[in-house]
């Protein structure tokens, strides 16, 4: 089974061709991260101009790379949120082109679902598990008791953690996405030498806050003579040690036998150290892309047996339940 995987969430613009859900026969992503950097964070209007430039392109590139051609497919997958409505749009509106064009069914998936498949389409993952999303647009838990089965059990109140590691870059004069700029500074400092705590929300354990360890991380850098390297590291070990012990917390709760990752915040050695046991995405599959929508967009359609009609929406938010 052939399927075009197309995503357009955010500022990365995707296409993959995949088969059998498993199989990465291309996957091209294009990104006007660049463009976003002047401003510290995604600017929303011109992320879409960005999906409207390069979806003809990549989609293209993804069909030449896997030397397929329209016709040779079977399945055409789509994100169809969370994410930026603009962003959002142009992707749903090509795939349906294309599903109309070509005469194939269309299946629209949900991007942070996509994050965590891209695990488990690498091994078998014992079930229920925990799974855990840590991305630039999303910070969240989800007891995945089956594929398409899964509850909320934990979700930031604010910033999402790769949120803050862009905020804390830019604080500390980084160039953007901050991320993986704060883990390499972070390596040449020392944690215990600033004390910062995370934060915690009332009456719900498994909640996350991020806002104010960004703005200790300010205040520090504002009022004491500190060493960027050790506010880095500070902040990382600060953030990471929050995460493991919610996740740990949430598995013991629902007894859960496995931990699985996504999102590109997963990137970070720093928390593979913390959580060696755990299911990684491959690293090709942790920043936004479309492999992992083609995967999850095959076993969807094969566990359903139904396409998504015509009428599928952009959904800039879509709760788990
Ligand atoms: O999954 P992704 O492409 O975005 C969303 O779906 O939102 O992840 C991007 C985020 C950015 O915030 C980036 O700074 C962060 O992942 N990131 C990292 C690392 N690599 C990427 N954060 C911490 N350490 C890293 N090595
Ligand atoms: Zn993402």
Known sequence: MLTLGIESTCDETGASVVLDGKTILSNVVASSAE????????????????????????????????????????????????????????GLQFAKGLSIAWDKPLIGVNHVEAHLYAAMTQADVPLPALGLVLSGGHTLMLLIRNLGDYT??????????????????????????????????????????????????????LDFSFSGLKTAVLYALRDKPVHGPDVAAAFQETAFRDVVEKAQAAMKQFGCKALVLGGGVCNNLRLKE?????????????????????????????????????????MSRIPFV
């Open 35 to 90: 463009i976003h950097a002047q401003y510290g964070g995604v600017f929303p209007e011109l992320a879409a101009q960005g999906q409207i430039e390069a979806i003809r392109p990549v989609v293209e590139q993804a069909l030449a790379q896997a030397n397929v051609t329209g016709q040779d497919l079977d399945l055409i997958a789509v994100a169809k949120g969370p994410g930026l409505i603009g962003s959002l749009l142009v």
């Open 152 to 205: 909320l059990v934990g979700t930031t109140r604010d910033d999402a953690i790769g949120e803050a590691f862009d905020k804390v870059g830019t604080l500390l004069g980084l160039k953007y996405p901050g991320g993986p700029e704060v883990e390499k500074l972070a390596r040449q400092g020392d944690p215990s030498k600033i004390r910062f705590s995370a934060g915690n929300v009332k009456g719900h354990p």
């Open 274 to 314: 913390l959580l060696p046991n755990a299911f990684y995405p491959p690293k090709e599959l942790t920043l936004d892309n479309a492999a992992m929508i083609a995967g999850l967009g095959t076993a969807q359609f094969l566990r359903t047996g139904t396409p998504d009609s015509l009428d599928l929406s952009a």
